[in-house]
């Protein structure tokens, strides 16, 4: 069973952040914590969960998992927020990053620790994503919108783009970044860019793989995907620039074909999603609709209180 200290030098070298933010398929969490856990070799290892729900579930984590640090936090926090809080309190050599509804399987740290070794010039390793809700073309719609572009088999090495619930950072990258970067948007988009600019090596790792096991109702999805185009679209440009906004909300109109038709000209290269896609289309059509129209409520209105509301 995974240490929660070494008891060799009492140093712990992994420090997972977890931000607990579902609303839907709540107790997903206390399968994630069951095998972080349990992993097939004895690690150093903490756990911080960072909690905007604060419920019965919290309390389940707290009866089951005693060792797992929770860190409340008010409702309304973003989860690139609770994601730095947690963070700042790691003491881990490596900081991993993951999501409250992804099933880390059994060799997850030592796939991460091979990885490491076989890269010592990696500031950062991310892996690919599984879907781990097979049941309905609904489930399989969510995972695809979403996590195509990393599901297996992604190609190893060097890449600038990292999956962002899949990934380990050296935590003393962290002393040089900003805390406005962590905190202003999801690390895809901020630390990553920011990594690579400045010359660190991120490494993409297709072996070292979790499982995406949230499952939505439509309704959720459908909201969650407005509210992410919509933060997206509303950081691009400063309220200034009113011309450019207007220009990028018109050719909103041409986003859903065009993710459609990327979409499936690149899913229909990867066996993993191949067969699943005829039963997946009606839904992925209907989600990219929502993403256009988020887009360009977001060009026009601004990112309002949309980061917050994403889970």
């Not at 952040?17 to 399968?31: A, F, K, N, Q």
């Not at 699943?276 to 989600?287: C, G, M, Q, R, S």
Request: proline share 5%; net charge negative; with cysteine.
């Amino acid at each position: 069973m995974t240490q929660l200290h070494n008891e060799k030098d009492n140093q712990v070298t992994y420090s997972v952040v977890i931000g607990r933010v579902s609303t839907e398929d709540d107790d997903r969490i206390l399968e994630t914590l069951e095998s972080l856990y349990n992993q097939e070799e004895d690690h150093s290892v903490e756990v911080l969960l960072a909690d905007r729900i604060n419920d019965h579930v919290s309390q389940r984590i707290k009866n089951d998992f005693p060792g797992t640090r929770i860190i409340e936090c008010s409702p309304n926090t973003d989860l690139p927020t609770m994601r730095t809080m947690a963070t700042k309190q790691a003491s881990g050599e490596f900081v991993l990053v993951t999501e409250d509804h992804c099933v880390p399987p059994r060799d997850w740290l030592k796939q991460f620790t091979r990885a490491f070794a076989e890269h010592p010039e990696a500031s950062a390793i991310g892996g690919s994503v599984v879907n781990g809700v097979t049941d309905t073309g609904l489930d399989w719609a969510t995972f695809l919108c979403e996590y195509a572009p990393m599901s297996p088999p992604i190609e190893s090495g060097p890449t600038p783009n990292l999956a962002g619930m899949n990934v380990a950072y050296r935590r003393e990258i962290f002393k040089n970044v900003d805390e406005q970067v962590l905190t202003s948007g999801f690390w895809e988009t901020t630390l990553h860019p920011l990594l690579h600019k400045q010359g660190h090596t991120l490494i993409a790792d297709d072996n070292v793989r979790i499982f995406h096991c949230k499952k939505f109702s439509l309704g959720l999805f459908l909201r969650q995907r407005f509210v992410y185009s919509r933060y997206y679209a509303g950081i691009r440009f400063t309220p200034q620039q009113k011309a450019k906004r207007l220009m990028y909300a018109m050719a909103s109109v041409a986003l859903p074909p065009l993710l459609t038709f990327r979409f499936f000209q690149n899913a229909r290269h990867k066996a993993s999603v191949r067969s699943h896609l005829a039963k997946a289309a009606p839904y992925l059509v209907l989600f990219y609709l929502v993403w256009g129209i988020g887009e360009a409520w977001g060009y026009l209105f601004g990112p309002r209180d949309a980061l917050q509301e994403i889970e």
